[in-house]
């Protein structure tokens, strides 16, 4: 056996396992988080039986808390369910999207007992389960409206900016690239809009939510999750944390904005290779996802045409920064953009303090909210 052969049989064992992690995640969403509702139930029943009388109330909504929980948990099966055949060009039963190229799918798309060792690895993972069911009403509900008005709107109107429809009458022939997709909204937007667009995620979680929501929600408003129901702080009233957001607010499985949309899986760097490829790339909270910058703003410069736009809008939070078994760069804005410039792009359009909110619950005593930076820049023609 060669060593190359070796090596892509340890990856994809990798992936296989990596897939069925994330699978086992969503399936143990419902035990890991009855977990935090009884011990608010057991530190009750040890307290004072005055302490106790005056947390009646609060007892009843946990009851409460558990009948949301099984909603949600409803949602997060039907998430997963027929993951195994969301991909169309792998056996599923084999592997997954891992990093390896791009795999696309649709939109065109017990109780037991854990060991504490495993316990915290599952409720990492489980916790994103938790960030899934938010994205959901940030991406596909009416209350996620006004987030996505900060975020996706400056990038939709740069759009029609850059692209008037009086010279691009045939918008399908713009090929716009979204990395960092998500569930997939901001993609959606710019295909309802006529582009042929195609997004990009690696993150199976997001996936499975994505390939749900774009493929099997053919109703409006069809279903209901309760995002905030894992927050047990800075809530006013426990009617806040129980609230109840459906979704999705439009029927992007039933009226697909145009035969021109896609969705891919896999690392951007290691999926998109081909040069001049992409009349625009539409970048959202994406670029500080990567351990080392420049590599993304290389590639985004190789994939344009010559005179393709990337249109950015996001903080810089660079999510390798505190991790201990990972190596990251951080540059600030000011040097970001004298990389940007010394990568090749002319930058048309900046600015900075613009106010932007992430899957936030609006009813929190506690806010966070991003002063991100937008813009704008093009891929000279060639001289």
């Known amino acids: 056996m060669s060593s190359n052969t070796a090596a892509d049989e340890i990856d994809e064992a990798k992936e296989r396992a990596h897939f069925r992690a994330v699978v086992t995640a969503f399936k143990y969403y419902k035990l890991c988080s009855l977990d935090r509702i009884q011990k608010s139930e057991k530190m009750i029943a040890k307290l004072p039986s005055t302490h106790q009388r005056r947390l009646e109330k609060y007892k009843s909504y946990l009851s409460k808390f558990k009948k949301c929980l099984d909603v949600n948990n409803s949602v997060v099966h039907l998430i997963i369910k027929d ?82 429809l009086d010279e691009y009458s045939e918008r399908s022939r713009i090929k716009v690239l979204v990395p960092g997709a998500g569930l997939g909204r901001l993609a959606w937007e710019i295909a309802a809009r006529g582009y042929s667009c195609q997004g990009n995620e690696f993150s199976l979680f997001m996936l499975f939510a994505s390939n749900f929501i774009l493929n099997r929600c053919p109703e409006a408003n069809k279903y209901t999750v309760h995002p905030w129901l894992h927050q047990y702080v800075n809530n006013v009233t426990c009617d806040h944390q129980l609230q109840g957001v459906t979704f999705p607010d439009v029927r992007p499985g039933g009226d697909r904005p145009n035969h021109h949309f896609s969705m891919t899986a896999g690392d951007f760097l ?16 994406f670029i500080d996802c990567a351990p080392n910058v420049i590599e993304f703003i290389e590639r985004i410069y190789a994939i344009l045409e010559p005179g393709g736009y990337w249109i950015n809008l996001g903080p810089l939070l ?10 990251s760069i951080e540059p600030p804005y000011d040097i970001l953009l004298e990389i940007i410039r010394d990568i090749g792009f002319d930058i048309l359009k900046e600015q900075t303090g613009v106010k932007t909110k992430y899957a936030q619950n609006p009813n929190s005593m506690m806010q966070h909210e991003y002063d991100s930076v937008f813009f704008v820049c093009r891929k000279p023609y060639c001289m």
């Not at 795999?103 to 037991?112: A, I, W």
């Not at 915290?120 to 996620?144: C, E, F, P």
């Open 318 to 327: 660079y999510h390798y920064s505190d991790m201990p078994s990972e190596s």
């Open 270 to 285: 290691k999926v998109y290779t081909e040069a001049e490829q992409w009349n625009c790339v539409a970048s959202c909270f």
């Open 83 to 164: 993951v195994d055949t969301m991909f169309e060009n792998v056996d599923h039963t084999t592997t997954d999207n891992g990093s390896n190229g791009a795999e696309s799918f649709g939109c065109n798309y017990n109780n037991c007992e854990i060991s504490s060792h495993k316990q915290h690895k599952m409720q990492h993972d489980v916790d994103k389960v938790v960030s899934v069911l938010k994205n959901i009403v940030r991406d596909w509900s009416a209350l996620g409206a006004a987030e996505r008005d900060q975020c996706y709107k400056p990038i939709l109107e740069e759009m029609e900016e850059r692209f008037p």
